[in-house]
């Protein structure tokens, strides 16, 4: 949740454990107006600690004098309309332009004492920022002609080996399937399981394959008891029944693999040129046809990645990333809750460039992306469930200044910010 994560960040500043990212984050999240709320109760409970008086800056003191004065301003007004619903407005009318001067004092104390806890996280305004929730409303950021795209949520159909096809989403609970053997079955948690016994010897082994569309996830427990979650837009093919030396499967898209451990069969991830080897352990890899690499990123175990001539052995924490024709592995170590937030239901992004960002959008919302102006040299960061509505990632976006959107049906316009 924005809140969850809203205050996490205001903890983290007060215990000066904050870092430079941290800290952009917070500004975004700050500037939101939504959170307006969420942010007045957490600076009552900062009031209530006595925490920010060692934190507050005195170099911002001047700068939030405007925001206190506002703040008590709009009390002011407040209580006044209130007193007058109720009989008790004991003093005449005052023109708007006059109020600041018939605020109390007592008016004036109390929200000082409120926005002096504010001053602990006004590093906003060094920064050039305006707290929007005290003035009045922001100027419209994304501009949206129709509806706001939503995600499908937990959607994919199942290809059996006889070309037959089973919409997942719509399939009850229980057994939707059989291939020889084995039972297809959709569990409750709606994961897709196999049930069996292993084929007999020397019968042609069948495959099915698991398919994901444009705002859609799956997860399936294959055959061996390996565990493997579909991002959007993805598909895995598999056996039945893995017979042979190898537990082979085939990715296109991306997808997180949690593999059962069997030294004697190895379990193998093929995509359109990489070849990812492993005995068991947990890993993600991301192969999409318009990323120009794919990307294997390790969380546990030891896993050998290969194209062509190019090999490649990675430890935890790191990733293996490689061009169609490079002959060389990039290792390096990226953020992993980065990497691996689609799995947890979110977006994240660190320093995260626009292109990249915009095909991951159009992945779970399923929407056209075009582009006008020149976007060189944007990186974003962000953070949101992958449960909201589009309209509500990209107004987080346009919260940093670097660009605008605007959204025409299934269509999203980016643009920088200075061709708003």
């Known amino acids: 949740m924005l809140h969850d994560e809203l205050k996490d960040l205001l903890e983290k500043y007060l215990d000066n454990r904050i870092t430079p990212e941290e800290t952009r984050r917070l500004q975004v999240l700050m500037q939101a107006e939504r959170n307006g709320p969420a942010m007045e109760e957490m600076i009552e409970a900062i009031l209530a600690e006595d925490r920010y008086a060692a934190n507050a800056h005195p170099d911002l003191q001047q700068a939030f004098n405007k925001v206190m004065e506002t703040a008590a301003l709009r009390q002011a007004l407040t209580r006044r309309d209130d007193d007058a619903e109720t009989g008790n407005d004991a003093q005449p009318p005052i023109k708007e332009e006059d109020n600041r001067y018939h ?45 706001s795209p939503i995600p ?47 084929s007999s010897s020397g019968a042609a082994p069948e495959y099915n394959t698991i398919r994901t569309p444009k705002g859609g996830q799956y997860q399936v427990v294959l055959p061996d008891g390996s565990q493997v979650w579909l991002n959007a837009a993805s598909s895995l093919k598999f056996p039945v029944v893995f ?67 190019a090999t490649a052995m990675m430890k935890p924490g790191q990733q293996a990333s490689i061009a169609e024709k490079e002959n060389q592995f990039l290792i390096t170590r990226p953020e992993i809750e980065e990497v691996m937030a689609w799995k947890e239901g979110q977006f994240k992004f660190r320093k995260t460039d626009i292109t990249v960002i915009m095909r991951q959008i159009a992945r779970w919302y399923d929407v056209d992306i075009e582009y006008k102006g020149d ?42 910010a200075t061709m708003k």
């Open 103 to 147: 605020i109390s004092r007592k008016s004036i104390r109390t929200f000082y004492k409120t926005m002096a806890a504010a001053a602990a996280v006004a590093f906003i305004l060094a920064a050039g920022y305006t707290w929007r929730y005290y003035y009045a409303g922001p100027a419209p950021l994304v501009s949206s002609k129709t509806a």
């Open 152 to 198: 499908a949520g937990n959607k994919a159909e199942l290809i059996l080996a006889d070309g037959s096809t089973i919409v997942l989403d719509d399939a009850g609970t229980g057994t939707v399937g059989k291939q020889g053997n084995t039972r297809i079955i959709k569990l409750d948690s709606g994961r897709l399981a196999y049930r069996g016994m292993s």
């Open 243 to 309: 017979t042979g030396s190898n537990r082979t499967v085939l990715l296109t898209g991306e997808a997180y693999f949690e593999i059962a451990q069997n030294v004697a069969k190895p379990f193998v991830v093929q995509t359109s040129g990489i070849q990812v080897k492993v005995l068991g352990t947990h890993f993600n890899v991301m192969a999409y046809t318009d990323e120009a690499r794919v990307k294997t990123t390790l969380l546990e175990g030891a896993v050998s990645v290969t194209q062509g001539a």
């Open 375 to 416: 976007l060189s040299g944007i990186q974003l960061y962000g953070s949101m469930t992958r449960k909201e509505s589009v309209t509500q990632l990209l107004e987080l976006l346009e919260q940093t200044g670097r660009v605008h959107f605007t959204i025409n049906g299934s269509r999203i316009t980016v643009m920088p």
